[in-house]
């Protein structure tokens, strides 16, 4: 395993731990899913890279789009849950009243 290879996938194990133990807000387990899709956007293009085709070269950007499309749901979110709870608190939702 070289190094990049390392770093890719001890950044997404890193996001994914951080998503299983750090769950207290709704904004840190968000950063978390931001920090795994990163990852996995890094790991697409390195992969891309080293096939040295060019079919494979727009994945990475549909997955940035993606991406990208998810944080600003998870933003809209977060500002509706703060605005009718009045906090970020996941253990102060509730799914039934929702």
């Known amino acids: 395993m070289t ?3 390392f770093a890719f996938s ?10 299983a133990f750090h769950r207290a807000h709704l904004l840190s387990a968000l950063l978390c899913l931001e920090a795994m899709m990163l990852s996995l956007f890094i790991a697409l293009s390195l992969w ?5 085709s060019t079919s494979f070269s727009a994945a990475p950007m549909f997955l ?3 991406s990208a499309c998810e944080a600003s749901v998870g933003l809209a ?3 509706a ?3 009718t709870h009045g906090s970020d608190r996941l253990q102060s939702l509730n799914l039934l009243r929702c």
């Open 81 to 83: 849950v703060s605005r």
């Open 77 to 79: 979110l977060l500002v």
């Open 3 to 5: 190094p990049v290879h």
């Open 10 to 19: 001890s950044a997404f194990v890193l996001g994914l731990t951080g998503l």
């Open 64 to 66: 940035l789009a993606f």
């Open 48 to 52: 891309s890279l080293q096939l040295d």
